[in-house]
């Protein structure tokens, strides 16, 4: 994975989860709702990794490497 595709703070939620759809597993686990229906589906399109990140306690760097190891794998 290059640089410009890596995942950062400012990286939108739903586009992890529309370019790397393997991700979806990584946010279920660290108990975000499923973003890609519904209203959630309209939050994750405004909310950057950060604040995802900051709403649900996980330590981003933590979040940051596990989406851009899984985006890794997926693009094997």
């Known amino acids: 994975m290059s ?14 989860l529309s370019r790397w759809p393997s991700t979806y ?3 279920r686990k660290y108990g975000c709702p499923d973003m890609r229906h519904g209203l959630f589906a309209i939050t994750a ?3 950057p990794l950060a ?13 940051l490497r596990e989406l ?9």
């Open 3 to 16: 640089m410009s595709d890596s995942i950062s703070p400012r990286t939108r939620v739903s586009t992890v």
């Open 25 to 27: 597993d990584i946010f």
């Open 45 to 47: 399109r405004i909310m």
């Open 51 to 63: 604040w995802a990140a900051w709403i649900h306690r996980v330590p981003l760097d933590l979040l």
């Open 68 to 76: 851009n190891e899984c985006a890794a794998r997926e693009q094997r």
